[in-house]
């Protein structure tokens, strides 16, 4: 649609008399969004509800608690003890004990590997067969 000058109406609606303002289901207009009087009974806006909220300092370290049952070994429960040591640290300094428990244990599993094992079972070339 045009205005009488040929382009658009000067409102910008593209609708000649300008915009029209909203209606509710019952036919009667609906009030103008904006700042109002607030609803009876809700807090007051003030300084308090327009501040940010305080930062939190992050808690300090919790131990988890977990608990280590000895296996007998001391190369396997030296380094499990570390891990305890853990709990007493910031979660940056964790990956380091964790590095360091893998080490021990690693190694402690390649300590098994240069040890001589059992012998291997003999071939009796006897046999025991006994069928009917």
């Known amino acids: 649609m045009t205005g009488e ?3 658009p109406p000067p409102d910008g609606s593209g609708r000649p008399g300008g915009p029209r303002a909203p209606v509710a289901p019952d ?3 609906e009030p103008e969004a904006g700042p109002g009087p607030a609803a009876p009974g809700a807090p007051e806006p003030g ?5 940010p909220p305080e930062p939190e300092e992050p808690a300090a370290p919790q131990p ?8 007998g070994e001391p ?3 030296t380094p499990l003890r570390r891990l305890a040591d853990a709990d007493h640290l910031a979660v940056g300094a964790h990956l380091a004990v964790y590095e360091d428990v893998h080490r ?3 190694d402690a599993l390649a ?19 006994i069928r009917s």
């Open 104 to 106: 021990g244990l690693r």
């Open 75 to 77: 190369a396997v429960d």
């Open 47 to 51: 300084p308090a509800a327009d501040a």
């Open 111 to 129: 300590a098994l590997d240069g040890q001589p094992g059992p012998p291997a079972p003999t071939h009796d070339t006897t046999t025991h067969d």
């Open 5 to 7: 000058t040929g382009g």
């Open 27 to 29: 036919g009667a207009p």
């Open 64 to 71: 988890l608690g977990v608990a280590l049952t000895p296996t």
